[in-house]
């Protein structure tokens, strides 16, 4: 009797204690948070993920949104300001009020805040676990992505070398042939300084007015003023910042800085440079290009003048803008900088720490980074959008028209481009461009950039952010020291000699040692140190 009393007693202990385990998984949503890696999901259960993305607040609902969502089981609620991003950024991180995942620009200082707040999660672990496209895409870009203290809290966008042409100046087709320079033009090749002082003097003899309005042998765009400057840098192998005997400091203290800005003295005094040139606010500076009366420009291929020429010319691609290099005196064409790119994009994509579901969030990060995941982004769904021939990605020629007569509402529509996430620069691996839109089908002006401007880019990465951070006393003397140069150039720019332009150099010299310059290039150098031995 004694033994069968025990015996139930025993099975009514385990029949207890059993219930109380099923209830506890019940409670823990069927597993335990250690079984699910912390997610708290279902393995291959759908979910839903807020990402706040600064480029783009359009719903989650064209094809290419729908057949990522069949692949990969993750629905998007995209969030995106009306207003400043980073205004929206600060203010999430300081409520709290965080997405899933943030892209947010990999250059300013808002990353960071976000790292230090630890409000992102490392993806070190994530990545070797969850990452294997990751880490065959990326290769050495998360070694030179990571923060200081050596992990990688973000995945970055628009990565690895983008060689396609970045600045140049840019001169009409029809006018320099007109002008005896055709055969020059149409091989690519570079013009000296002389030869293009020669040219915009010729332009301005020969047309003095157009359309009865004096014409313009040279114009800049003010909105873009490191473009302007970048422009005319590029000319003399110039860079972010002058380097010698292992330090870093400011860009003026090239030793070919003043002769620069005596040459664009020497276009202003002549008359070949746009008297208006610092005012030119975009919208103006694109109406002058496209009236016809211009000659040349500094800066990136003018896409919307040259549209609108095209509207007004029809197929004669002649009377549009032309990328080229002009070389300064003692400079090697393959020493130009007229393209000064980052390996290590534009933005900064993380998880963070308020994702309840970090592994499949990765994973689903892994997908869209993969090669497959690229075509899938960039040229939309395999049968409706392209199909594979001999090897090789061909779109379909609907697909190519639709961005050719209207990007915008082609890639809302189809989706094709229109998330723009962990994008790699290049080709896959048969050959063909990611960027199917921007870099399939080249139009004559952009082909001829391509030899034009060959051998002009390179990585600005190792310079990256170098600066005094956000917020800092040194900031504040960085930005003093930024203006203090910006209204320098223009003074020189504006000057009425060469020796006028000497004075107020070396015033601008001694104004930047006066405002503390060698603190902030001590900043530059210590960064730049760092960033040398962690790339290692």
């Not at 029809?174 to 293009?196: P, R, V, W, Y």
């Not at 972010?240 to 400011?250: A, H, T, W």
């Amino acid at each position: 009797m004694l033994d069968v009393l025990r015996n139930n007693r025993i099975r009514w202990t385990i029949s207890l204690l059993l219930l109380i385990s099923l209830t506890m998984t019940a409670c823990s949503g069927g597993k335990s948070d250690s079984a699910a890696g912390g997610s708290g999901a279902e393995p291959g259960k759908p979910i839903t993920l807020t990402f706040f993305d600064k480029n783009t607040g359009d719903q989650f609902d064209n094809p290419v949104a729908k057949e990522i969502i069949r692949r990969t089981g993750v629905t998007i609620k995209i969030q995106q300001p009306t207003g400043n991003p980073e205004e929206k950024l600060n203010l999430m991180l300081a409520s709290n009020d965080l997405p899933d995942i943030v892209l947010m620009d990999r250059r300013s200082d808002i990353v960071n805040k976000y790292i230090a707040a630890g409000a992102l999660v490392p993806l070190n672990d994530l990545i070797e676990q969850f990452g294997p496209n990751i880490k065959k895409m990326y290769g050495d870009i998360l070694n030179k992505s990571r923060y200081k203290d050596g992990k990688n809290y973000y995945l970055n966008n628009w990565y690895d070398m983008d060689t396609d042409p970045g600045w140049s100046f840019n001169m009409r087709m029809d006018i320099l042939k007109e002008l005896g320079f055709g055969d020059k033009a149409l091989k690519g090749e570079s013009f000296t300084q002389e030869e293009f002082i020669g040219l915009l003097r010729k332009f301005r003899d020969n047309y003095p007015a157009v359309d009865g309005k004096p014409s313009i042998p040279l114009t800049l765009n003010s909105d873009h003023m490191p473009t302007v400057v970048g422009t005319f840098k590029g000319m003399y192998g110039m860079k972010n910042y002058y380097e010698q005997d292992g330090k870093v400091m400011l860009d003026i203290r090239h030793p070919r800085y003043a002769e620069m800005m005596k040459f664009i003295n020497q276009l202003s005094t002549e008359g070949l440079l746009d008297g208006e040139w610092a005012v030119n606010k975009s919208q103006i500076f694109e109406q002058k290009l496209a009236s016809g009366r211009v000659f040349a420009s500094g800066g990136g291929l003018p896409s919307e003048p040259n549209r609108l020429l095209r509207q007004q010319n029809g197929e004669d691609t002649d009377k549009q803008f032309y990328a080229f290099k002009v070389i300064a005196p003692g400079v090697n064409p393959a020493e130009t900088t007229y393209g000064p790119r980052s390996s290590l994009g534009w933005d900064a994509i993380g998880i963070t720490v308020a994702n309840k579901h970090p592994e499949e969030t990765l994973k689903f990060m892994d997908f869209l980074v993969s090669e497959e995941g690229q075509y899938l982004l960039q040229w939309g769904l395999e049968g409706e959008h392209w199909d594979m021939a001999d090897g090789k990605h061909v779109p379909h020629p609907e697909v190519l028209k639709g961005f050719r007569d209207n990007w915008n509402e082609y890639a809302k529509a189809t989706g094709i481009r229109k998330w723009t996430w962990f994008i790699k620069n290049g080709n896959g691996s048969d050959g063909t461009p990611y960027d199917l839109a921007a870099k399939y089908d080249r139009d004559p002006i952009s082909k001829h950039a391509l030899v034009s401007m060959e051998n002009s880019t390179w990585d600005t990465s190792i310079y990256d952010n170098l600066g005094p951070d956000g917020g800092t006393p040194e900031a504040l003397v960085e930005q003093k020291i930024k203006d203090l140069t910006d209204k320098a150039f223009t003074s020189m720019v504006y000057a009425e000699s060469a020796g006028d332009v000497d004075q107020l150099y070396n015033k601008l010299i001694t104004n930047l040692n006066a405002n503390h310059a060698d603190k902030i290039e001590k900043i530059f150098t210590e960064k730049y140190q760092e960033r040398l031995a962690l790339w290692k």
